[in-house]
C-alpha cells in the first residue's frame, strides 16, 4: 500500500533530524545528541504530569506509558 507523503513533511522531517542528530557532548564513545536531551525532557514532563494529576500510581503510569511508546517506536525503525 503506498500511501503519498508530502514533500514538505518530509523536508521538515529531514532538517528536524540534521538538528537533532548533532552531538552536545562526547567522550570516547559516548555522546550524548539534542534528541537525548528533547527525550529525556519529554519523560520528565510526562511524568511530572501524570504525579500532578494522579499522585505517585500517576507517576508509574506515565513513566510506564511512555517507556512502552518510545518502545513501539523502536519497533517500528526496526528493519
Not at 43 to 60: E, M, P
Request: charged share 15%.
Amino acid at each position: 500500500m503506498n500511501i503519498p507523503i508530502p514533500r514538505w513533511l518530509i523536508s521538515a522531517a529531514e532538517k528536524f533530524e540534521d538538528w537533532a542528530n548533532v552531538p552536545l557532548w562526547s567522550r570516547g564513545e559516548t555522546e550524548l545528541r539534542k534528541i537525548d536531551v528533547l527525550i529525556a525532557a519529554g519523560f520528565v514532563i510526562c511524568v511530572s504530569w501524570y504525579a500532578y494529576t494522579g499522585g505517585w500510581r500517576g507517576a508509574l503510569t506515565g513513566a510506564v506509558a511512555y517507556i512502552f511508546a518510545g518502545m513501539i517506536g523502536l519497533w517500528f525503525l526496526r528493519p
